[in-house]
């Protein structure tokens, strides 16, 4: 009973208001599929007119829903809350919940240990699925979600060898793009900070920056790799200075590196893009604001997080034609640096 003494509706109401079976009932508020229009519409009507609101409770109960996903981060916390992309991923993922009813839970793994119960809460019934961000090498993670059953999509590609879903940006021909901007402008030897040796993001960025140059007939051999930090891109910019000092351009594999690497040219004196021209990867926030205004490679990241989320809930749905993986399009921004 209602607090104002009133009966509350229950689904057998509605159905009957609606002029349709409860089972019908039933999976036009949860919102299945194969259900007609005009019977979509009687229950919407019926819904209204009796102030009928599922019990979020009971529903979850008799469904085994726990109505809560994670978004799993293998960062420490500090480069969480240090590193734009991340938030940007929450903002996607944020938005792509909007209306569903879902909790998110944000699990961070500081260490091996860490990785071993987060796997264990993952798949003890805690939450109803799990989007992956920041894989680093073959994690065993997404394999042991996908064994237990429990519906997982990843933010990138896994070195793994597992079926699993997974959205990414097209991180190879972007890296290539700024490569051959490069080229155009008639730079002659073009480095790269290149990210982790271990994550699929690092290795794409690299390999397209590497087959564009060699397609070019450009030298390959400056490269230093870095872990995507600030303090890691001036350090590989030091070592790239040092190694090869001929160098007139750098290609790096993420804005928040660039900022690093621009940081030490100014320290040197070197002038950009006039001695040495910049390109980063991201378009992050930091992009548009550094000085001089990095030229970039965009690439959608909160749209990475809102199809992530679309992957997962049309999983929860039971949608049999959804594609294994999804590949964002980049597009270069130019700006003051290169």
């Not at 900070?193 to 087959?211: H, K, N, Q």
């Not at 030298?219 to 090869?244: K, N, R, V």
């Not at 991201?282 to 490679?297: H, I, K, N, R, Y």
């Not at 039971?318 to 700006?335: F, H, K, M, N, Q």
């Amino acid at each position: 009973m209602a607090e104002d003494g009133r009966e509350v509706p229950t689904l057998d109401e509605v159905a009957r208001v609606a002029g349709v079976s409860r089972s019908t009932a039933s999976r036009v508020i949860n919102g299945r599929t194969y259900v007609s229009a005009k019977a979509r519409e009687a229950v919407a009507q019926a819904v209204t007119s009796l102030g009928y609101s599922p019990n979020m409770l009971a529903r979850s109960l008799a469904m085994k829903r726990t109505n809560s996903i994670a978004l799993v981060v293998s960062e420490h916390g500090d480069r969480v809350l240090g590193d734009p992309f991340f938030a940007r991923v929450l903002r996607g993922v944020h938005a792509g919940l909007a209306g569903s009813g879902l909790q998110l839970v944000l699990l961070m793994a500081q260490d091996e240990q860490d990785h071993g119960s987060m796997a264990n809460y993952l798949t003890s019934g805690h939450v109803d699925g799990a989007l992956v961000v920041s894989l680093h090498g073959e994690d065993p993670l997404p394999a042991q979600l996908v064994a237990s059953g429990l519906p997982v999509v990843l933010c990138g590609r896994p070195l793994a060898k597992v079926a699993v879903p997974y959205v990414d940006a097209d991180n190879f021909n972007g890296a290539g793009q700024a490569a051959q901007y490069l080229i155009d402008q008639g730079r002659r030897h073009v480095g790269t900070i290149a990210g982790p040796r271990d994550m699929a993001v690092g290795i794409d960025r690299l390999s397209g920056w590497r087959r564009t140059l060699s397609m070019a007939g450009r030298p390959t051999d400056a490269i230093a790799h870095a872990d995507f930090s600030l303090e890691g891109g001036m350090a590989a910019m030091e070592q790239l200075l040092t190694a090869h000092p001929g160098l007139d351009a750098v290609f790096v594999a993420s804005d928040l590196m660039a900022i690093g690497a621009l940081h030490v040219l100014r320290g040197r004196g070197i002038r950009v893009p006039e001695d040495i021209a910049v390109i980063g990867f991201d378009d992050s926030g930091l992009a548009a604001t550094s000085v001089p205004p990095l030229t970039t490679v965009r690439q959608p990241i909160e749209e990475l997080g809102r199809t992530m989320t679309w992957r997962l809930l049309a999983q929860f749905e039971g949608d049999v034609e959804l594609p294994p993986s999804v590949l964002l399009p980049t597009e270069l921004i130019c700006r003051e640096t290169a």
